[in-house]
């Protein structure tokens, strides 16, 4: 089963910190994404990338940076948190078409943003 | 941008039932359709897929797909407790670098 791993579990910040949230993932997949989860919104895509150094914006990207540093390790950031990024954050990667189009999902990472 | 829509929102049936949940989307040249589920608390996993018009069977499980009329189906024979479950549909974009999820049908099965 391909593994992704996502820290940390849960994160309480105040308004105007800085938060980054880790993914690392062993599947030697090209494909990385950031998600976040919001009832009555379902799964929205904020970053994704498709190797090391690549980065494209996703459709809710506004105050979130993305940096994908290895193959293996893709991070979020929020340089001045608000309390509306509060959120249930999911890690996923792909292999993409034609490998293995499924998307694997790390635990989440639950914020909240006072 | 695609337009993915599940219906309904949620639902309630007794264990042993037939459940039928909906997705539509908008783009008719899609090629890959996906079924995620999302126990509470834990993380989507994908459920199924398929590729092409037509039905697919994976134990008590049938995806449904008619791309004419930009619709696809789950439904799961003799529901279980243990499927209760967020039920997400999942369509990629056309080079499958980005992922379009509807917003989910929660499942709940009663003993």
């Known amino acids: 089963e391909a593994a992704v791993t996502q820290s940390p579990r849960n994160k309480v910040t105040v308004t105007g910190g800085n938060v980054t949230l880790s993914c690392r993932q062993t599947n030697s997949h090209n494909y990385m994404y950031w998600y976040r989860q919001d009832t009555g919104h379902g799964l929205r895509l904020i970053h994704y990338s498709y190797g090391a150094g690549n980065l494209q914006i996703g459709d809710v990207p506004d105050g979130y940076k993305a940096t994908r540093t290895t193959q293996e390790d893709f991070f979020l950031l929020l340089e001045l948190a608000s309390p509306s990024q509060t959120s249930l954050y999911f890690c996923?990667?792909?292999?993409?078409?034609?490998?293995?189009?499924?998307?694997?999902f790390g635990h989440g990472t639950k914020l909240s943003v006072l | 941008q695609q337009k993915v829509q599940q219906s309904p929102e949620s639902l309630i049936v007794p264990e042993g039932a037939m459940t039928s949940l909906n997705c539509t989307f908008s783009?008719?040249?899609?090629?890959?359709f996906a079924w995620y589920r999302q126990h509470s608390g834990k993380a989507p996993k994908a459920l199924m897929s398929i590729f092409s018009n037509g039905e697919k069977e994976e134990g008590r499980f049938t995806i449904h797909l008619n791309k004419a009329s930009l619709h696809f189906s789950l439904h799961i024979r003799d529901s279980q407790p243990s499927d209760s479950a967020l039920y997400l549909c999942a369509l990629p974009n056309t080079g499958y670098q980005n992922f379009y999820f509807g917003k989910g049908t929660s499942l709940t099965v009663i003993p």
């Open positions: 783009d008719s040249a899609s090629q890959y």
């Open positions: 996923a990667s792909s292999g993409g078409q034609g490998t293995n189009e499924r998307l694997f």
